[in-house]
């Protein structure tokens, strides 16, 4: 059985991401901040779903989460950084915890996460960072998302350097950059729009693209948008 590792697994894209795997015979490691809402998969799926929890804000919660995966001598087939964190606020007001939050979740924690989780990587792996598209290059902007739409571009770029980095390994490394999905998140920063997406469509683009897509495209940017508000 073929193992993959979500983290932000508790919800939006990722908790419909971690049901997609599940529903497809796969062993997933759902990692999240809080694993309270992943209690009904565990559930439904206590053979093949571990909960791990897990603060990208934290190292110290990095270190256990990957010490957690190694004492089992797991392995990791697939590994989607899911997670994500959104400060929607003027940039003059800005704080200096909101920027040290929003690029701890999005690009700090999980460069660190793939630190320590490389070693426990199969060959022939596949690393997906799920950025935003107001982290794509030559995109649309919009006020009060700088914080959240900068550290997505540095996800952005790292998995463009990690495949540089790892050019001479199997190991494969993309970024998916996802306009408008129906989620909590899209509500916080866009109050009152609605995607023409929902989490559960855009789950079934994302495990088609982690599972396959390596096989054809290494250390590219890809936009995934029907909509940008």
């Given at each position: 059985?073929?193992?993959?590792?979500?983290?932000?697994?508790?919800?939006?894209?990722?908790?419909?991401?971690?049901?997609?795997?599940?529903?497809e015979?796969?062993h997933?490691i759902?990692?999240?901040?809080n694993?309270?809402?992943?209690?009904?998969?565990?559930?439904?799926?206590?053979?093949?779903?571990?909960?791990?929890?897990?603060?990208?804000?934290?190292?110290?919660?990095?270190?256990?989460?990957a010490f957690?995966?190694?004492?089992?001598?797991?392995?990791?087939?697939?590994?989607?950084?899911?997670a994500?964190?959104l400060?929607?606020?003027p940039?003059?007001?800005?704080?200096?915890?909101?920027?040290?939050?929003?690029?701890?979740?999005?690009?700090?924690?999980?460069?660190?996460?793939?630190?320590?989780?490389?070693p426990?990587l199969?060959?022939?792996?596949?690393?997906?960072?799920?950025?935003?598209?107001?982290?794509?290059?030559?995109?649309?902007k919009?006020?009060?998302?700088?914080?959240?739409?900068?550290?997505?571009?540095?996800?952005?770029?790292?998995?463009?350097?990690?495949?540089a980095?790892?050019?001479?390994?199997?190991?494969?490394?993309?970024?998916?950059?996802?306009?408008?999905?129906?989620?909590?998140?899209?509500?916080?920063?866009?109050?009152?729009?609605?995607?023409?997406?929902?989490?559960?469509?855009?789950?079934?683009?994302?495990?088609?693209?982690?599972?396959?897509?390596?096989?054809?495209?290494?250390?590219?940017?890809?936009?995934?948008?029907?909509?940008?508000?």
């Amino acid at each position: 059985m073929k193992t993959v590792l979500i983290t932000g697994a508790s919800r939006g894209v990722g908790y419909a991401t971690t049901t997609r795997f599940l529903n497809e015979g796969w062993h997933v490691i759902a990692c999240s901040r809080n694993i309270l809402p992943l209690q009904k998969l565990i559930s439904e799926y206590p053979d093949v779903l571990r909960p791990v929890k897990l603060d990208l804000e934290s190292e110290q919660s990095i270190n256990e989460a990957a010490f957690s995966v190694s004492k089992r001598r797991e392995r990791i087939d697939i590994l989607i950084h899911c997670a994500g964190h959104l400060v929607n606020t003027p940039f003059t007001n800005i704080t200096a915890q909101d920027l040290a939050s929003s690029y701890a979740v999005n690009v700090i924690g999980p460069f660190q996460l793939t630190q320590k989780l490389f070693p426990m990587l199969n060959e022939n792996s596949h690393t997906v960072f799920i950025s935003s598209m107001g982290g794509f290059q030559g995109s649309v902007k919009f006020p009060g998302l700088t914080a959240y739409s900068t550290s997505k571009a540095a996800a952005a770029s790292l998995s463009e350097c990690l495949q540089a980095e790892f050019a001479g390994y199997s190991h494969s490394f993309n970024c998916l950059c996802l306009g408008a999905v129906q989620t909590e998140m899209l509500q916080q920063a866009f109050p009152g729009y609605t995607a023409p997406l929902l989490p559960g469509q855009m789950a079934g683009y994302i495990y088609q693209f982690a599972t396959t897509a390596h096989q054809f495209i290494k250390g590219k940017v890809i936009p995934v948008s029907l909509s940008t508000p």
